[in-house]
């Protein structure tokens, strides 16, 4: 942004948030490397209008319902691991939204994005300036050593990209956070998110059409395409968002555990099962899609 339109950016940002939460919002900590931006583009001003735009979101159209924001620390290093779904990342703004909104300590969650999106114009300097990182190894790793507060989704794109028909069934987790949690001692906090599958009913996928785009799916819903844009509307679902206890695996498991993949698998279904045990306590809790 220019001097001018991160003016601007604020006071968008003070109309839209109360006086109150945003003076706790402005506490949040970045590493600024002198140009408004940290080493991954992530910019203060950019940071602070998504929250204040997805907090309406997240209050007036998904009116989201929380519970377990206690089981995060305030500081260190944490990886949120949730499942994911919905065909858009929504899932992951509504968590992002959550913990700035709950936590008494604003700190940015750095969700990692599939390497597919950092080649998309425009919306790869968007995901950057709110504090998103593209999937490599190295920067993932490099926010964890700085103590960052990160969100990985094990199901990637392919969770994204579930049918209808097999929601809330969650695709095989990948191993990498697991190695990443036991090589860099970091707490994992599995987390279920329940109300994304219903916000676009994804009932076939075009592939053919898709890889024309290079995008990993190409979604045919009840009002997409038939509405054109409109469509891409999400139904005003509720979302119900629970964060589990910390698991420890480095407690247990050291680093020549990385060394055997079936233990590092064997961790990373502990993890999926737990996941999937909150998401049917959630399921069973609500009373509808839209309640």
Known sequence: MTSKQRLLAMRATERLVPPEELNKLLKFKMA??????DQFGMERES??????????????????????????????????VPNHSGVLPIDAMMIWIDLWLKKDAPRPMRAVVDNFAG?????????????????????????????????????????????????????KFNVGFIELSIKH????????????????????????IAAMISFPYFPITPLFPLLGP?????????????????????????PQTLENPETVRML????????????QGLLEERKGIFS
């Open 32 to 37: 600024d490397l002198g140009f408004g931006f």
């Open 47 to 80: 940071v602070l209008l998504a929250y204040a735009i997805g907090r309406c979101i997240y209050k007036y159209w998904f009116r989201v319902t929380s519970r377990g924001q206690e089981y995060i620390p305030d500081e260190g290093r944490v990886l949120i």
């Open 119 to 171: 080649f998309l114009p425009f919306i790869n300097t968007a995901m950057y300036r709110v504090g998103q990182v593209v999937g490599a190894r190295r920067n993932f790793e490099d926010l964890l050593e700085s103590n960052q507060l990160m969100a990985v989704f094990p199901e990637g794109a392919k969770g994204t990209g579930k049918l209808y028909k097999d929601r809330y069934k969650l695709i």
């Open 185 to 208: 001692r970091v707490p994992i906090i599995p987390t279920a998110v329940v109300g994304c599958e219903e916000q676009y009913a994804m009932m076939y996928n075009v592939k053919a």
């Open 230 to 254: 409109l469509g891409m509307v999400p139904l005003p679902v509720r979302y119900h968002i629970r964060y589990g206890e910390p698991i420890h695996f480095y407690n247990d498991y050291g």
């Open 268 to 279: 990373a279904d502990k993890v999926q099962l737990k996941v999937e045990e909150m998401i």
